[in-house]
């Protein structure tokens, strides 16, 4: 599985952006994707997943302001980000998790991560 994040960029405070994420995959079941952050000095948080059925979690600090979405006939990811902070600024990474067709064993695949700065 690879996973290849895009959309970051340096937008004002009370901004949008939005991250697209395509996994290539092969002979492999995608069940939850997701989005995380990490800020400079800080650990990776987070920010919101969503399972295969569709359902759909966020952490509190992006509720309201962030909308998570996927497309399981493409494999793509996206993360609408609305109301823009400054503490939205980190490199966002994807996740995807899942099982290969012939194997019973979860595995948890990471994109390279794409850098949102947030200026206020």
């Known amino acids: 599985v690879q996973l290849q994040a895009s959309g970051g960029g340096l937008v004002q405070a009370g901004g949008s952006l939005r991250l697209s994420c395509a996994a290539s995959?092969?002979?492999?079941?995608?069940?939850?994707m997701g989005w995380y952050r990490q800020g400079q000095g800080k650990q990776r948080e987070r920010v919101a997943t969503?399972?295969?059925?569709?359902?759909?979690d966020y952490s509190d600090s992006v509720e309201g302001r962030f909308t998570i979405s996927r497309d399981n006939a493409t494999n793509m990811l996206y993360l609408q980000m609305n109301s823009l902070k400054p503490e939205d600024t980190a490199v966002y990474y994807c996740?995807?998790?899942?099982?290969?067709?012939?194997?019973?064993?979860?595995?948890?695949?990471w994109g390279q991560g794409t850098l949102v700065t947030v200026s206020s």
């Open positions: 995959v092969s002979r492999f079941r995608l069940n939850t």
């Open positions: 969503i399972t295969s059925g569709g359902s759909i």
């Open positions: 996740q995807a998790v899942g099982t290969p067709l012939y194997d019973l064993r979860t595995y948890a695949y």
